[in-house]
Every structure is written in structure tokens, then in C-alpha cells.
């Protein structure tokens, strides 16, 4: 099982953090007592794998509950779960100018009598007990959001895993565009086995109507195209810090042209290492 704890100075970036962590497949849960934290992980051992990877976010907005947070995370690593400790930090000017964008109120901005500048000096003291806990320190006060997000793929991302989801998808026009596609390629411009009489019936899922298709030297061509294309464009949103990619190929009726290319893609992006999603829309339309 892996743990981790996200924490630090309100304003730091903390939702960010948990938002990639959820993306890569943590259960995640904001602002929980720490007390509750270890209940929760003792429910997590007890379900047998099913919660094998949790978040959870930590901070002053706990009140007094917070400061049992040290000991909670003792009793964890007790229980044998892998705890991680993350420490996000921010420079004052940085977040008294975050908070004056966003118009948020600080957690502290009562006790600090509405200054922040004293809610922050407040935090830190506050802070200070969970210090000697931390794993990783990440001070956010000159990154850009999609800087952040890449380090933490590269603190919780296994060497060559992809944060990205990747969707492939087959559709008809006839029936509608897909309105959540990223990329949206129309191969209406190929044969349509449709009107080849023993083909008519069948899908792209048919070797005969695939390699029908195929045997064209222009779907060919463009299948190798589109394919150096997707491969091109796929690093330049991870880096972006897209969390999820749907790639859909659109024929007249989505059985034949967009199935085949959708599978060949779908095929190539696997055999590159990619993990991804296959679905046909309108296959069985009819």
C-alpha cells in the first residue's frame, strides 16, 4: 500500500498535487483529522487492495486536529503502509499575491486578525512540527503549474510510465461528432467497404474489411502519417500536463474506415508502451 500526505503553507499548490495524484491513480481525499487518517488506512488493509494507492491533504485548516498529524503518520508506518511525506512551500510575497488573485480568505485570516502577512508567519510556526517528516520539499514560488505538475510525475511516476490517459475512439458522422475528442481525424476520404456487398455487413473489427481497407497505398500512407503525427503531439501534452488524450477517427457510419484505423492506432500506440482505451461508438449501429 502507498500513503501520502500532502502538506505545507495554504497557497502553496496543494490542490495541484492532489489533483496529479489522482490522475495517476491515487484515492484521494482533502482536509481529513489525522486521527481518521489511520482509521482510514486500517480500512484500506482490511479491503485487501482495493484503496492500494491514497492521498490525503493536511494542513492548519484541521485546527487543533492537525498538530496529531506527526503521530498519525508514526502509527501508519506501524501498520506497515509505505507513508510519504510531501512539503509544499511558497515564498510570502508569492502567496500574499495568490491569495489577493484568487480572492480566497487564508485558513488563519481570522486569528491574524485579517492581516495575512501574519497568517502566513502564523503557518509557518505551525508547520514546524511536521517538518522532520517530510520526504520531499517543493517550493512552488517560482514554477510555472506545469513545472509543478512534472515533478511530481517524476517523484511518484514509475521510470517510462505515462501520467496520460490516452483514449481511442471510433465514430459515424451520421450520428454525431464526438464533442470531447482532442483529436479528431475524418478518414472518410478512403474506399468505403460499405459498398462492397460482402463487406457491407461486417465491422473494422473483420480482417476482411481491415485489409480491405489497408489495402489502399493511400490508407497506408495516411495511417503512417497520422501515426507519426500522434507520436509527435503525445510528449508535447504530457509536458503540457494534459491528464487525458482522446484520439477519434470518424467515418460515414462507424463501422468500417474509423474501426479499422482506430484499432491500427490503438495497436500502435500499445506496441510503443503506451496504456490506452479502445471503444467504438456506433459499431453496433446499425
Known amino acids: 500500500m502507498q500513503f501520502v500526505v500532502v502538506t505545507g503553507i495554504s497557497g502553496s499548490g496543494k490542490s495541484t498535487a492532489i489533483d496529479v495524484l489522482e490522475d495517476i491513480g491515487y484515492y484521494c481525499i482533502d482536509n481529513m483529522p489525522p486521527e481518521l487518517m489511520v ?15 491514497v492521498a490525503f491533504v493536511a ?4 485546527g487543533a486536529l492537525f498538530f496529531k498529524l506527526k503521530d498519525a503518520i508514526t502509527d501508519m508506518r506501524n501498520m506497515g503502509i509505505k507513508v510519504k511525506v510531501i512539503f509544499l512551500d511558497c ?7 495568490r491569495y489577493k488573485e484568487t480572492r480566497r480568505r487564508h485558513p488563519l485570516y481570522e486569528i491574524a486578525n485579517g492581516n495575512i502577512r501574519d497568517a502566513i508567519e502564523t503557518e509557518r510556526r505551525l508547520l514546524e512540527s511536521v517538518r522532520d517528516e517530510v520526504d520531499y520539499y517543493i517550493d512552488t514560488s517560482s514554477t510555472s503549474t506545469a513545472e509543478f505538475k512534472s515533478k511530481m510525475y517524476d517523484i511518484f511516476l514509475s521510470a517510462g510510465q505515462s501520467a496520460m490517459r490516452i483514449e481511442v475512439r471510433s465514430f459515424g458522422f451520421k450520428y454525431g461528432v464526438m464533442n470531447d475528442a482532442d483529436l479528431t481525424f475524418d478518414v472518410r476520404c478512403l ?31 495516411l495511417l503512417e502519417k497520422l501515426t507519426d503525427l500522434i507520436d509527435y503531439l503525445i510528449p508535447l501534452y504530457e509536458k ?5 488524450l482522446v484520439i477519434a477517427f470518424g467515418c460515414t457510419g ?3 474506415r474509423s474501426v479499422t484505423f482506430a484499432e491500427a492506432v490503438a495497436k500502435h500506440l500499445t506496441d510503443s508502451g503506451k496504456t490506452i482505451r479502445l471503444a467504438h461508438r456506433d459499431i453496433e449501429k446499425r
Open 39 to 53: 482509521k482510514f488506512a486500517d480500512i484500506c488493509v482490511q479491503s485487501e487492495g482495493n484503496f492500494d494507492k
Open 59 to 62: 494542513d492548519v485548516r484541521g
Open 91 to 97: 515564498s510570502d510575497e508569492v502567496i500574499m499575491r
Open 191 to 221: 474506399p468505403n467497404p460499405f459498398y462492397i456487398p460482402e463487406l457491407k455487413s461486417k465491422t473494422g473489427l473483420d480482417p476482411a474489411v481491415s485489409g480491405y481497407v489497408m489495402s489502399f497505398k493511400e490508407a497506408q500512407t
Open 240 to 244: 503540457e500536463g494534459k491528464a487525458q
Open 254 to 256: 462507424g463501422k468500417h
